[in-house]
């Protein structure tokens, strides 16, 4: 059905309607992760518990918290991956300055 409505030609017509003008978006801000951890490979060194001839790989493992929060930070909450995809646990029985379990406070690595 098709239908078609008019009106005579003397309708006062009102002001048109206001269009909303565009809004200012707010600026971005990059976003920041609470808890960055970064890894580097590192010079490896053996202790009294390591067994000679089996194959170690060392990393320097940076964790910096950004957050107000206080996360723990422990060796036994990582693993690595190496370049084939095969995950390896973190030695307990690292280095004297290998990662200990702590809590870390705002802004602190």
């Known amino acids: 059905m098709l239908a078609a409505i008019g009106g005579g030609g003397d309708e006062e017509k009102g002001p048109a309607p206001a269009?909303?003008?565009?809004?200012?978006?707010?600026?971005?801000?990059?976003?920041?992760?609470?808890?960055e951890i970064t890894a580097t490979k590192a010079e490896f060194k053996p202790t009294v518990l390591h067994q000679d001839g089996k194959a170690y790989t060392a990393v320097l493992v940076t964790v910096t918290n950004h957050s107000s929060k206080k996360p723990a930070v422990n060796p036994m909450y990582f693993d690595v991956t190496d370049s084939t995809g095969v995950k390896h646990s973190a030695e307990l029985a690292g280095p004297e300055d290998g990662?200990?379990?702590?809590d870390l406070y705002g802004g602190e690595r």
């Open 99 to 102: 990662l200990q379990h702590q």
């Open 19 to 35: 269009v909303p003008a565009p809004s200012k978006a707010a600026p971005k801000t990059e976003w920041k992760p609470q808890v």
